[in-house]
């Protein structure tokens, strides 16, 4: 990790806002990359093209290996859980294990468990400097789970949020990446999905979400709708 140059240090330390054993869509993860401004532009190269080669790159280095499993196969990635451990150690400052804290608003990657206990509903209220809300669900799982936080005050925390604070959405006026992916239990957006100007990229695919409110049509900063 350490002879990384900066850009795949970043890059790295960006797969771990996944749980553990994960399989994430390297397709997926290059468009959040990109939102996140993660890809160096370099002229005449197509940046998709150079985000696939960061991900040849830390393969190459053994720090993320192809998916194991029927349907996995050259399209989802996942990190060891010895190196996922280890991108949180890296930045500590960053990633940490809390409760959620009325100062959930420094976050910039947010991600919601199903876990009721401990949680305080102002903590997604005011978490308004979140960038990446990711609410996945998954078949091992019955309600979409914790991933990590991301700070950018340098004192991050694991959050524990249930789901129906979906109406708090608004709040999140830096939010580029929002995910509801294969959620069961969000029907519906708010009509002020608009209001979230910097919003980049939608993951509504397997999820509930039906219909989609006309106000998304006016997100100017909108590049990927997921169905």
């Not at 060891?80 to 940490?96: K, Q, T, V």
């Not at 019955?142 to 004192?155: A, C, E, R, T, V």
Request: charged letters at 25%; a negative charge; hydrophobic letters at 35%.
């Amino acid at each position: 990790y350490d002879d990384l140059p900066h850009y795949l240090k970043s890059c790295f330390v960006y797969c771990c806002i996944y749980p553990k054993d994960y399989k994430i869509e390297r397709e997926r993860l290059i468009w959040q990359w990109l939102v996140h401004e993660l890809i160096e532009e370099k002229e005449g190269i197509d940046v998709e093209m150079t985000a696939n080669q960061y991900i040849d790159d830390l393969m190459n280095r053994c720090l993320i290996e192809k998916a194991r499993g029927y349907g996995y196969e050259g399209t989802h990635l996942t990190l060891h859980n010895i190196l996922h451990d280890l991108a949180l150690y890296i930045d500590g400052r960053e990633y940490s294990h809390a409760s959620a804290t009325e100062h959930t608003h420094h976050k910039s990657l947010l991600s919601v468990h199903d876990d009721a206990e401990g949680h305080k509903p102002n903590a997604l209220e005011t978490a308004n400097k979140v960038c990446t809300l990711l609410a996945d669900s998954k078949s091992d799982f019955p309600l979409p789970y914790i991933i990590y936080l991301k700070s950018d005050s340098g004192s991050g925390s694991k959050l524990h949020l249930p789901l129906f604070y979906i109406k708090h959405i608004t709040n999140f006026k830096w939010l580029r990446v929002l995910s509801l992916r294969a959620c069961q239990n969000i029907h519906e957006l708010p009509k002020s999905i608009e209001d979230l100007s910097l919003l980049k990229y939608i993951d509504l695919s397997y999820s509930k979400v039906r219909p989609l409110p006309s106000s998304i049509g006016r997100l100017r900063n909108l590049q990927t709708l997921d169905l």
